[in-house]
């Protein structure tokens, strides 16, 4: 009862983003089904009909899926538009969330992605018929070669952790060509989790490289660190701690001299777009994630693409196929690579998401420079405001993203973690709480610049709210989020027994079907 | 530029309050040697009215006009409106991954169904909530066989499609694991005594596909007592998961790796589409990507979250099951609305109706003088012909009738020189399905 009487006083008073509305109930699909409804017509079969227990034989199924969904369109549109609404969405607000680049996602994207003539193709048509396609690539990997200032490039990666994987077989293939592949790849502490997975996946041993006390590679560490069993450093440019890493001439000098290579994971890109290029930097291979700095939707989850660029001294590794312009003017893929280290997926990419990434990019032009300066100004602001009300464990110049930790609000038992669901009564997504591992009890900040300077504003109130909430009523941050349709849901229970489908009643009687 | 809510005033406030002249000089670190001096050199910027100009022009530059009976892997299938109108919602569209449970709930609760279907659909236990594709599916399901069993050796089916055995090729390669390749039988399917006689201890996945690479259906309980006998998973890839509509559920596969592109993915020149890897409750901890969980709140409501994380990167680096961490989740919710819509009795309507096209073209083909049937294996709604010349040179005739021929199998068989891969989809009327047998006709009668 206290906390309820406290909680209509916060929400008239403090939370000025977000306000309590009604939310629907709804049960899952199969759960509002019944025999004989559908939602869907066909048109009439206008040839004979087969009959399936003579054409398949043995193979055919004698029934309907059993438990499959039996509901009208209406129903449909209503279901997952009433699960929409338990939602947050980019289209709502901020997601505050390091390292995610959570920006506005342009719908003229979506539009030109479903175009008749483009949703339609079929990578096995004719090149001939193909050109539109490929000359979309085409104009796609000359402006992120430009935009990276790299030399070579491939969109066939199906997001960034995969690009991270395309990336390490090109220096694996490297390697092998001169004699001796390696079989180390060092990781900095600061590092995405996809890194290490990745460095596995690609048959190498991950060796962790602990950063300095600001935060950066510690180059005295790397020069002992680097021999001729490294085979490349994977580095976050920006660092996962949102700075840049400003010893990267000498980082990629150290690796070079002992014949290793630079990767840069490219998921800080939108700090440095039109600003700088990592091609300049010694960087051999990068990926970017185009879900990311490129626009593209997240949509709950994917797809995304992870596109890699290279210098010109990897492409004869590169995935096949690989476009290549004939002298009229037209394109072709080629397929015809001896030294590819083959395909990482099958068909020749993330064609939908590639296609968005290059709307965004020309909607910008050369004014996407403006993006990053609104990035790196969001970040910064958000900083200045925040400094001193949470810990500020390194203070190098932050750019499109700031790192605080929780360490001033846990002398009153309060973490990151209980913060970030406070944050969410104020009306906004977490940021990322607990990421990079080098902080701990860390609160990865990066607005991107899709923020108004009305929205930073709302969400320093919210954060400098909380702060002052986590000293006087610590209880009511703790015991947050108040105002969700679910709260504090047993992830502990989920996990020890997992129920991961819904199985029909007959089904979990024993019956048979 | 219109994506950016700023005014120069109001940046020019924000830069006064960090206390910056410029903001150049929140770039400071980045090294003065590295710093743009001139923009770059892009196209743009253009207004939204000459983006979609641009795109329009190359969409009118690709195969308009043209009746398809390309299959291999990507299928034309009708698409509701519907499933545009709900994967386009904001909330669904633009939202982030759903760790914070309380602010997705849809989201999780739209996975569970999709786990839930692709069960149903695969006669499996457990389902993840996507990969990238059928193809990294497939080489998923291997590592995951090979996690499981502790053994290094995988059977290949030389029928499964070629793209999906050149990306396990590139996977295996840097793990160790070593591929033996399993012939196919004049059938058209997986040579079994092939399989008998390679299949032993050393073998952690027997690898097939059903329909596989020809369209033929494959008998799997022979197979998985071989790999069973031998303590090795049967992974059954699928690349058309309409198939299911009509066709018994792999029951007898340990692991699934199928492709949901037919559900409500247009084919988009290759991607984006959506793996399933489904599989045996007793493997899900060796499972790779995202798991949602059924659990209750604090006041006893159910809910839903990301679940058995500790299998992922972001938890487990190096540890791992994979390395994946964006999937292809606004896909498996356009496969959920689109298996929500067809039901129960659209699936497998819309299986019937390929299943009657493909049988009607092949009999209409096998009227025209010199085309035989490939394969006798039972199929689906792709067949193998064999024709009595060159394929690439039938669909070159065959394009000046704005017909797209079927898929030249020689360039991945090189024995099947004169082989060709038709697939016939509820999307072809008849009057065209007749018409390609006119123009075959005519095309095989040109002197070459």
């Known amino acids: ?513 | 530029m219109r994506y950016l809510p700023k005014s120069p005033t109001e940046r020019e406030q924000m830069l006064a309050a960090i206390g910056a002249e410029s903001i150049d000089e929140l770039f400071a670190s980045v090294p003065e040697a590295y710093r743009l001096k001139e923009p770059l050199e892009l196209p743009g910027p253009l207004s939204e009215a000459e983006v979609i100009q641009y795109f329009q022009a190359r969409a009118s530059e690709n195969s308009a006009g043209y009746t398809s009976f390309l299959g291999a892997g990507i299928y034309a299938h009708l698409r509701s409106v519907v499933t545009d109108t709900i994967l386009q919602r904001g909330e669904f569209l633009t939202s982030y991954t759903p760790y914070q449970a309380e602010m997705a709930q849809g989201t999780l609760q739209a996975i569970f169904e999709f786990q839930t279907l692709m069960c149903q659909l695969t006669g499996q236990e457990v389902a993840n909530a996507s990969m990238y594709d059928g193809s990294t599916a497939t080489t998923e399901a291997v590592l995951m066989a090979e996690r499981v069993t502790g053994r290094q050796r995988v059977l290949v089916a030389r029928s499964v499609h070629p793209e999906y055995r050149d990306v396990l090729r590139t996977y295996a390669k840097n793990s160790g694991l070593h591929l033996v390749e399993v012939p196919f039988t004049p059938s058209g399917t997986v040579d079994l005594n092939a399989v008998q006689s390679l299949v032993n201890d050393d073998v952690c996945a027997v690898v097939v596909q059903s329909p596989n690479f020809f369209g033929a259906i494959e008998k799997l309980d022979g197979l998985a007592d071989l790999a069973r006998n031998a303590g090795a998973l049967l992974v059954v890839a699928i690349t058309e998961a309409l198939s299911l509509g009509l066709l018994k559920p792999p029951r007898e596969a340990d692991i699934v790796a199928m492709e949901g592109q037919s559900f409500g993915l247009a084919p988009s020149y290759g991607g984006p589409f959506v793996g399933v890897i489904a599989s045996r409750e007793k493997y899900v901890r060796q499972m790779p990507g995202r798991l949602a969980g059924q659990t209750t709140d604090q006041e006893g409501r159910r809910g839903f979250v990301l679940t058995l994380a500790t299998r992922e990167q972001h938890i487990r680096r190096e540890k791992a099951t994979s390395n994946i961490c964006t999937n292809q989740a606004l896909c498996a919710l356009a496969a959920t609305v689109h298996l929500s819509l067809l039901g129960k009795a659209g699936i497998r309507e819309m299986a019937a109706q390929n299943l009657a096209k493909a049988q009607f073209a092949l009999q209409e083909l096998e009227k025209v003088p010199g085309v035989k049937r490939g394969f006798s294996a039972p199929f689906f709604n792709e067949f193998v012909l064999e024709l009595p010349r060159s394929v690439r040179l039938v669909n070159a005739e065959l394009l000046k009738s704005k017909i797209i021929g079927p898929y030249v199998l020689g360039a991945a068989y090189p024995e099947l020189t004169k082989h060709a891969l038709v697939c016939v989809t509820e999307t072809i009327p008849r009057s065209e399905i007749e018409r390609f047998a006119t123009e075959l006709k005519m095309a095989l009668e040109v002197p070459v």
């Open chain 1, 1 to 513: 009862m206290p906390v309820r009487s406290v909680l209509s006083n916060e929400m008239s008073e403090k939370i000025k983003a977000a306000s309590r509305h009604t939310s629907r109930n709804e049960h899952l699909i199969f759960e509002k089904s019944s025999p004989g409804k559908r939602a869907f017509d066909l048109p009439p079969l206008d040839v004979p009909a087969a009959d399936p227990k003579r054409a398949l034989g043995e193979f055919h199924r004698g029934e309907g899926v059993q438990g499959f969904p039996e509901v009208s369109e209406i129903e449909v549109i209503r279901h997952f538009t009433r699960l929409s609404t338990w939602n947050y969405a980019i289209d709502l607000g901020m997601y505050p969330l390091g390292s995610c680049t959570m920006k506005y996602n342009p719908r003229v994207n979506e539009f030109v992605a479903r175009l008749a003539g483009l949703a339609t193709e079929h990578p096995y048509q004719p090149q001939e018929l193909s050109q539109g396609c490929l000359r979309i690539l085409s104009l796609l990997e000359k402006c992120l070669l430009e935009i990276t200032g790299m030399e070579a490039i491939t969109l066939q990666p199906a997001a960034g952790a995969q690009g991270e994987l395309t990336g390490l077989l090109l220096v694996r293939a490297f390697h092998q060509k001169n004699g001796n592949p390696r079989n180390k790849v060092l990781i900095p502490d600061s590092a995405h989790g996809t890194n290490p997975a990745t460095v596995v996946i690609a048959g190498y041993e991950v060796e962790n490289i602990k950063s300095n006390a600001e935060g950066q590679v510690d180059i005295g560490k790397l020069r002992e660190q680097v021999n001729e069993n490294v085979a490349a450093l994977m580095l976050t440019n920006p660092s996962t701690l949102g700075i840049f890493e400003q010893q990267i001439p000498e980082i990629a000098e150290i690796l070079h001299s002992k014949g290793a290579l630079l990767y840069m994971d490219g998921a800080n890109m939108n700090a440095l777009t039109g600003v700088t290029r990592p091609g300049r930097m010694g960087v051999d291979v990068m990926h970017l994630n185009l879900h990311k700095t490129f626009s593209t939707p997240h949509g709950g989850g994917g797809p995304g693409a992870g596109p890699v660029a290279i210098k010109k001294f990897l492409e004869p590794f590169l995935p096949v196929p690989v476009l290549v312009e004939k002298p009229a003017g037209t394109f072709a893929l080629d397929f015809h690579r001896k030294e590819s280290i083959g395909r990482v997926r099958a068909f020749g990419g993330n064609f939908g998401v590639l296609v968005r990434a290059l709307a965004y990019i020309l909607a910008y032009g050369p004014e996407v420079r403006q993006a990053t300066e609104d990035a790196v100004l969001n970040a910064n602001y958000i900083r200045k405001q925040l400094e001193g009300v949470f810990d500020l464990p390194y203070t190098r110049p932050s750019m499109h993203e700031v790192v605080f930790s929780d360490a001033i609000q846990k002398r009153h038992g309060v973490n990151t973690m209980d913060i970030a669901k406070r944050l969410i009564d104020y009306g906004f997504h977490p940021y990322t709480t607990a990421f990079p591992l080098i902080v701990p009890g860390a609160l990865m900040i990066e607005p991107t610049e899709s923020e108004s300077k009305e929205e930073c504003d709302y969400f320093i109130d919210a954060m400098k709210s909380i702060a002052e909430e986590a000293e006087k009523q610590p209880e009511l941050v703790k015991t947050a989020p108040h105002t969700t349709r679910v709260r504090r849901l047993d992830e502990v229970g989920a996990a020890r027994k997992p129920i991961l489908r819904w199985k029909s009643p007959e089904k979990v009687s024993g019956a048979t079907g």
